[in-house]
Structures are given as C-alpha cells and as structure tokens.
Antibody
Framework: QVQLQESGPGLVKSSQTLSLTCTVS??????????WTWIRQHPGKGLEWIGY???????YYNPSLKSRIAISVDTSRNLFSLRLTSVTAADTAVYYC??????WGQGTLVIVSS | QSALTQPASVSGSPGQSITISCAGT?????????VSWYQQHPGKAPKVMIY???YRPSGVSNRFSGSKSGNTASLTISGLQAEDEADYYC??????????FGGGTKVTVL
C-alpha cells in the first residue's frame, strides 16, 4: 500500500518561494508506473491540479502555474518535491501530494502572509 | 484549460440512487478513458471512488459506479446512505497531458 506524507512550512511570506516535500512509503519514486502529483485546494473551494512527474522524469504542469512551479524527485530520500515561486495570497491553500490517481496524502495547509 | 462542469448540488433520500454528471469536451472527457471521481468529507483529504471511467479501487463500495457517454462522465451512487453525504469531484486527463477537475458537487442525503 502506497502512503504519502506532505511536509513543509505552514507560513510563507509573499513574493518568496514555497517548498513542499512528499515522503513516499510502500513504493519507490524510481519505480515505473507512478505519476507523482501535486494538487491544491483553496480555502472553501474546489480542487486544482498543479502538476506531476512521471517516473521517467518527465513533468507536466498546469498551464496557469507553469511559469512558477517545478516538481522534482529525490531518489536517495524516496520523496518528491514542489517548488512554487513568487507566491501571493492567492497561493494560500491546502496542498496534497498523490500517486495519481489513487493514493493521496493527508494534505498540508500553507498560508501566504504579507 | 477550463474546469469540467458539475452540478453544484444533488440530493436524495436514503436508499435512492443519484447520478452526478461531469461535462467536458472532446479534448478531455470525450477523448480519453481517464476520468476519476473523488469523495471529500469536510476537513478530510479526497478519496478516490472511481478511476479510469469505471474501475473501483479495493475497499470502495460497489454502490459506486462510473460511466461515460460522449463528452460527459457520470458517477452513480445506489442505495444512498447517510455516510455518502460529501463533496464529489471528477477529474479528467486532457489533450495537453494535464488533468483538470470539475467544480465539485455537494451531495445531500435528505
């Protein structure tokens, strides 16, 4: 059973870079067939797909966020990461990582403050 | 990419069946057999109920079923129970190798 756990700062200052990690257990981030994915949910709103990295290393990003995001994998620690640059209050959300489409983490709230 | 279209709310009485629609285009729902459905209770992470149009992950009740016709996918909940009251989201693969969610549907058990 694949399990995922998000971690990172709960508070980020406006204009700075948000960095989150997702630790994976029950699977190797190196193994084929996994789509290591980030999703977010603004407070009281619906889900927004951010992007994913396929096991081969290929990445695909939401066009609306593409210029500000990067997803990477750390095979030595069996985790994958999200970097979101130049954050604003509009990036305040609960961020989820997933082995898309089935296994999700519990989510972590990130608040962007001015 | 535009969000898929779901009804804002659907309701039903215990024991009834309800269907939630998810309307897209030929560039997403209609073009691929990759639609997933998620259930989300307040304060909880989403849980996959259906993937690849109609496949149920292990542990998901067979009261949940998925289908697709043209550019619209559907989730049917049969034998509605109080525990089914939640928000439901569809998601589809798109022609630019991304995924897009629907706006979500609030299911109320009367």
């Amino acid at each position: 059973q694949v399990q995922l756990q998000e971690s990172g700062p709960g508070l980020v200052k406006s204009s700075q870079t948000l960095s989150l990690t997702c630790t994976v257990s029950g699977a190797s981030v190196n193994s084929g067939g996994h789509y290591w994915t980030w999703i977010r949910q603004h407070p009281g709103k619906g889900l927004e797909w951010i992007g994913y990295m396929y096991s081969s290393g290929t990445t695909y990003y939401n066009p609306s966020l593409k210029s500000r995001i990067a997803i990477s994998v750390d095979t030595s620690r069996n985790l994958f990461s999200l970097r979101l640059t130049s954050v604003t209050a509009a990036d305040t959300a609960v961020y989820y990582c997933a082995s898309w489409p089935i296994h999700w983490g519990q989510g972590t709230l990130v608040i962007v403050s001015s | 990419q535009s969000a898929l279209t779901q009804p804002a709310s659907v309701s039903g009485s215990p024991g009834q069946s309800i269907t939630i629609s998810c309307a897209g285009t030929s560039s997403d729902v209609g073009g691929y057999d990759y639609v997933s459905w998620y259930q989300q209770h307040p304060g909880k992470a989403p849980k996959v109920m259906i993937y690849d149009i109609s496949y149920r992950p292990s542990g998901v009740s067979n009261r949940f079923s998925g289908s697709k016709s043209g550019n619209t996918a559907s989730l049917t909940i049969s034998g509605l129970q109080a525990e089914d009251e939640a928000d439901y989201y569809c998601a589809s693969f798109t022609s630019i190798n991304t995924w897009v969610f629907g706006g979500g549907t609030k299911v109320t058990v009367l």
